[in-house]
């Protein structure tokens, strides 16, 4: 086994590696791995943190096909799906919270991107040309699906999908932290899909209002939690 080292900040420090080294056993068929997982992991989020192609990995890392392919091998495998669901509910547990919440928060951010594909678009309320993701959190702000489409697609139609997902992955037991889901809270921007939520899904989107007299920044109930 190669050496635990760290030699970017992006890098995994041990005691995470600790946290994830279950969900990835030992290889007991065909060949013995080159590369240790961990190794893998580094590259993964080297690239996510960077921002930069997957050809342009440093030279001390596992080279970018290998990583490349066991990401989106991963990926469609649902492993990090599997990943979070186990880290959410060992964070709620400790948090002295139920392990499975009953309220979830949604939101949207529309991110710039020069890059093409079907998945880009405009913004025309932020004037923001790029991709929109849409982030369904509990309320210690623990992540539980997250979505990306074109940023043109406005909220509600945004809304639908990713809570269409999330009730799916209930449905298949993607998500058994989600069982007790009742209410989710959101802003304005998605009052048209209210009837639509609970006709489908039998939960509460409960539209949390800024005040009229409110002008910039505002902290409002539950959609904001104090740390």
């Given at each position: 086994m190669t050496k635990f080292t760290q030699t970017y900040p992006t890098e995994l420090k041990y005691s995470e590696w600790l946290l994830l080294e279950?969900?990835?056993p030992p290889a007991t068929r065909g060949r013995p791995r080159q590369w240790e997982i961990w190794l893998i992991i580094n590259a993964i989020l080297y690239v996510l943190r960077k921002g930069c192609q997957w050809r342009m990995l440093p030279k001390d890392l596992p080279p970018w096909q290998t990583v490349y392919g066991y990401f989106w091998?991963?990926?469609?495998?649902?492993?990090?799906?599997?990943?979070?669901?186990?880290?959410?509910?060992?964070?709620?547990?400790?948090?002295?919270?139920?392990?499975?919440?009953?309220?979830?928060?949604?939101?949207s951010q529309s991110v710039k991107t020069?890059?093409?594909g079907e998945?880009?678009?405009?913004?025309?309320?932020?004037?923001?040309?790029?991709?929109?993701r849409h982030i369904v959190v509990d309320t210690l702000g623990l992540l539980w699906l997250v979505?990306?489409?074109?940023?043109?697609?406005?909220?509600?139609a945004g809304g639908k999908l990713v809570l269409q997902r999330l009730f799916e992955q209930i449905k298949h037991n993607l998500h058994n932290r989600c069982c007790?889901?009742?209410?989710?809270?959101?802003?304005g921007g998605y009052e048209d899909i209210c009837d639509f939520v609970r006709q489908h899904f039998g939960w509460t989107l409960e539209i949390m209002r800024r005040p009229k007299e409110q002008k910039g920044f505002a902290v409002l109930p539950h959609r904001w939690a104090a740390p």
């Open positions: 279950q969900f990835f091998r991963w990926t469609r495998s649902g492993l990090w799906l599997a990943i979070n669901a186990v880290r959410v509910r060992q964070v709620r547990l400790q948090q002295g919270r139920e392990a499975t919440p009953s309220a979830a928060i949604l939101d020069s890059e093409g998945a880009r678009g405009i913004d025309v309320h932020k004037q923001t040309p790029g991709r929109k979505v990306v489409h074109s940023a043109s697609l406005q909220d509600a007790r889901l009742k209410v989710v809270w959101a802003d």
